[in-house]
């Protein structure tokens, strides 16, 4: 799986949901790869996937391609007020765990472990979400 993967799996989960658009901007760095609209607020989510966690349970979790220019962009967003969310799929199907992080966590990704990642992450539990329950998590902050 990958990131074009991870997309697929959420435009189908949303749905009808939201209007949302991939993007695949090489000409401005750390731009998110998707902005949507639901219930009459806008927002931005940066898609990671990892094919599987640490071994060990202390060793921080890094993501390979999460970089300084979206990490920038993201925190610059949230200072604005905008939503801007990094949602991180581990695994594979059926095991496949779905982490949401809004931008101040997501800032902080690389200095946590799995379990300070489950703590950390917007939504109460880790398997697939719900569409009713993104609705309400990307609409709300």
């Known amino acids: 799986m990958n990131e074009k993967a991870v997309w697929k799996k959420l435009k189908d989960l949303m749905g009808a949901h939201w209007h949302a658009t991939r993007h695949e901007d090489i000409a401005c760095q750390g731009v998110p790869d998707v902005s ?3 219930c009459g607020v806008q927002g931005w989510i940066e898609l990671k996937y990892l094919p599987s966690w640490p071994k060990s349970p202390r060793t921080p979790v890094r993501i390979p391609h999460f970089t300084k ?4 962009w993201t925190q610059l967003r949230h200072v604005m007020g905008c939503r801007v969310w990094l949602l991180l799929v581990v695994g594979h199907h059926p095991h496949e765990e779905w982490l949401l992080f809004d931008a101040i966590t997501a800032a902080r990704i690389g200095t946590m472990t799995r379990a300070q990642m489950y703590v950390e992450q917007s939504r109460g539990e880790v398997g697939r ?4 329950e993104m609705v309400e998590i990307l609409k709300g902050k």
């Open 69 to 72: 220019e979206q990490r920038l």
């Open 129 to 132: 979400p719900e569409a009713e």
């Open 36 to 38: 949507y609209g639901l």
